[in-house]
């Protein structure tokens, strides 16, 4: 019995090519590319008419919206399938609106994500457009702070990512640690990835200035319910770190 083609769009390649080959180890799909660049991951859907697409919002050169406007304005069959961190209603609400079946934040599991699916729009079981939102309580610590990053624009390839992951890890672990962030976190931080106090400095305040430069502004106000940040304002490193650790904190980390 032939595959149902599918084409995988994720915020970096690896990921994509790694839930690609999930799919093609799965007795109902086959994946016929693989791409983090949105662009990209469209002219794949078009010229293999591929059934299905799974997408994440954050993609390069054309993200997850713009991919959804261009499948709908050409008319294709395909079904595009949202699997993203992000989990804001006005997102959900928004993707669905402009014509995708089926919504899934991460984290969820390969397997479970392949087996709705197939539930869903193969078996028949139901026909109309669907969502599943995870809620942030079974989930850990590093998942939860990823999903945060994500929502802000924090990209994971840079090297401030993971240290100021650790970073908030610390600050959660022993608050008054934030009140020492010069001689006391910076180097806790460095000595695990074995790097100097300065250099995590600078990476966490490179990754600060990424998220403020990609507009991000409003998805970090939401993030902590206040209008908390305007226009060209952004945090230090140790304000940025306290506020989603205090977020952590408050939601049981």
């Known amino acids: 019995m032939a595959k149902h ?14 839930l690609a ?9 086959i994946a016929v590319g693989s791409f ?17 697409c799974v997408m994440d919002l954050i993609l390069q050169n054309l993200d997850g919206l713009g991919v959804l406007d261009k ?11 949202i699997f993203s961190a992000l989990s804001r209603e006005e997102v959900i609400d928004t993707c669905m609106a402009k ?10 599991e390969t397997e479970t994500l392949i087996r709705r699916i197939k539930e869903l729009f193969i078996d028949g079981k139901d026909k109309q457009p669907a969502r599943v939102v995870a809620r942030s309580g079974n989930m850990s610590i590093d998942e939860r702070i990823s999903r945060i990053f994500i929502s802000v624009g924090i990209p994971p390839h840079i090297k401030g ?19 020492n962030i ?37 998805n970090i106000n939401d993030l902590f319910g206040v209008q908390t940040y305007l226009g060209g304002e952004k945090p230090t490193n140790g304000e940025f770190i306290a506020l989603i650790a205090d977020k952590m904190l408050l939601e049981g980390a």
């Open 5 to 18: 083609t599918v084409v995988i769009l994720q915020d970096n390649l690896r990921k994509a090519e790694d």
């Open 21 to 29: 080959s999930a799919f093609n180890d799965s007795d109902e799909f």
């Open 36 to 52: 983090a660049d949105g662009e990209s991951g469209f002219a794949a859907i078009e010229s293999s008419e591929a059934e299905f």
């Open 71 to 81: 499948v709908r304005r050409a008319n294709l069959r395909t079904k595009c399938i």
């Open 99 to 108: 014509g995708a079946s089926y919504y899934v934040t991460k984290p969820c």
């Open 161 to 179: 990512y993971g240290y100021l992951r650790e970073g908030i890890k610390l600050a959660v672990e022993s608050p008054d640690v934030i009140n």
């Open 182 to 218: 010069t001689k006391k976190l910076y180097p806790m931080i460095g000595e695990k990835y074995a790097t100097t106090p300065s250099k995590v400095e600078r990476a966490i305040r490179h990754a600060i200035e990424v998220a403020w430069a990609r507009g991000r502004i409003n």
